[in-house]
């Protein structure tokens, strides 16, 4: 069983920059594909950003590409979701995720198994 841990959240003037944190429980962390995604009020969670195992592949969602970084410390089990030039579209519940040992990075909800309870990110005009 893994448990996730998101810290980092808050509420920043649009230009801002906030950095997300999210721990994991768990030795299958470092053989994990980890991913960030949100969830305005009234709509869908979605993907924003994911990260391989070894952290030299990254993927990112065109709404965040240039502003949003993922990285990650395997000697932590911490994955990282550093975002830049903050808008008020960024407004959202941050939620980290795990997908099993030895997958590949995924898009969707449906392939990740392992979920945090989420962080509140507000972003104002």
């Known amino acids: 069983q893994v448990q996730l841990v998101e810290s980092g959240g808050g509420s920043v003037q649009a230009g801002g920059s906030l950095r997300l944190s999210c721990v994991a429980s768990?030795?299958?962390?470092?053989?994990?594909?980890m991913g960030w995604f949100r969830q305005a009020p009234g709509k869908e969670r979605v993907f924003v950003a994911g990260?391989?195992?070894?952290?030299?592949?990254?993927y990112y969602a065109d709404s965040v590409k240039g502003r949003f970084t993922i990285s990650r410390d395997n000697t932590e089990n911490t994955v990282y979701l550093q975002m830049n030039s903050l808008e008020p579209e960024d407004t959202a519940a941050y939620y980290c995720?795990?997908?099993?040992?030895?997958?590949?990075?995924?898009?969707?909800?449906?392939?990740?198994?392992?979920w945090g309870q989420g962080t509140q990110v507000t972003v104002s005009s």
């Open positions: 768990g030795r299958a962390f470092s053989s994990s594909v």
């Open positions: 990260i391989s195992w070894s952290g030299l592949r990254v």
């Open positions: 995720a795990a997908r099993v040992p030895y997958t590949g990075v995924a898009y969707s909800i449906q392939e990740y198994a392992y």
